[in-house]
């Protein structure tokens, strides 16, 4: 399913259940919808995934129901087993402008609010003002070491790219005063990303033996037959999954200006 480049918060997943007849009766319909239910794709700005269990309805929604989920029992509509959750669903999503990341979102969405002077900025269940601003960015700029790696790799130039405009902001743009913060995590960033360079060639690896068809496969010390491939990619792909940046201390050495 593909989804549109700009979301709103009345995008949504409707989920419609039909009663498929085996036997067709003169004026009677083959389908008959029985049931429906739907998944918000925003919240709080933030494209939801995972797994969901969600009641469903016995009557259509009404008009703008897609703005609430359907954990919300909307007044005057018949839901199935007493509007328990009836109905198991996993979304997983592959997206270039969703980073799926709280620590990047709430970061880039604190910059571009800064660059383009849009107050105030909500993230979550946070209403961020003019006057705050600078402390909220400053503690999102440290908490940029808790983010995935994964999504940091694929938005790495847009990161570095950000990181730098607080070093060296446009013309009119606000000044932070953070130079520090901001140069640390760059430097850890890019450590981060040059250190995993194992992991992602075991990875690439592992899919190009399965592609080739090409065994065994040698990394490292490791002699890998195609009968052990499957476990050695699933361990390689949850590694990826569960990496994150490591907090690495940066040491500075402070001189004295020599007196002349």
Request: proline letters at 6%.
């Amino acid at each position: 399913m593909k989804l549109p480049a700009s979301l709103s918060d009345h995008h949504h997943i409707l989920f419609t259940f039909y009663h498929v007849s085996c036997q067709q009766k003169q004026n009677t319909p083959l389908e008959t919808p029985v049931g429906y239910t739907w998944i918000p794709m925003l919240q709080s700005g933030r494209l939801r995934t995972g797994h969901f269990c969600l009641p469903v309805s016995l009557e259509k929604p009404p008009q703008s129901y897609s703005v609430l989920s359907p954990d919300v029992p909307l007044p005057g509509m018949k839901w199935v087993d007493n509007h328990r959750g009836v109905f198991n669903v996993e979304v997983v999503t592959v997206s270039a402008v969703h980073t799926q990341d709280q620590y990047l979102d709430k970061f880039f969405a604190l910059v571009h609010a800064l660059d383009e002077h849009q107050f105030p900025v909500r993230i979550d269940d946070m209403r961020i003002m003019e006057n705050n601003l600078e402390a909220e960015l400053k503690t999102s700029i440290a908490a940029l070491s808790s983010s995935q790696l994964e999504p940091v790799v694929r938005f790495l130039h847009l990161l570095l790219d950000k990181l730098v405009l607080l070093v060296v902001p446009l013309p009119g743009m606000k000044w932070v005063d953070n130079h520090r913060g901001v140069f640390n995590v760059e430097v850890v960033t890019v450590s981060a990303v040059h250190t995993q360079d194992q992991y992602l060639d075991k990875f690439f690896a592992l899919v190009h033996a399965l592609d080739e068809h090409q065994f065994p496969v040698r990394i490292d010390d490791m002699r890998i037959m195609e009968n052990n491939l499957e476990a050695e990619l699933k361990t390689s792909i949850a590694a990826l999954s569960s990496m994150k940046i490591k907090k690495i201390k940066i040491h500075t050495e402070h001189k004295r200006e020599p007196t002349w």
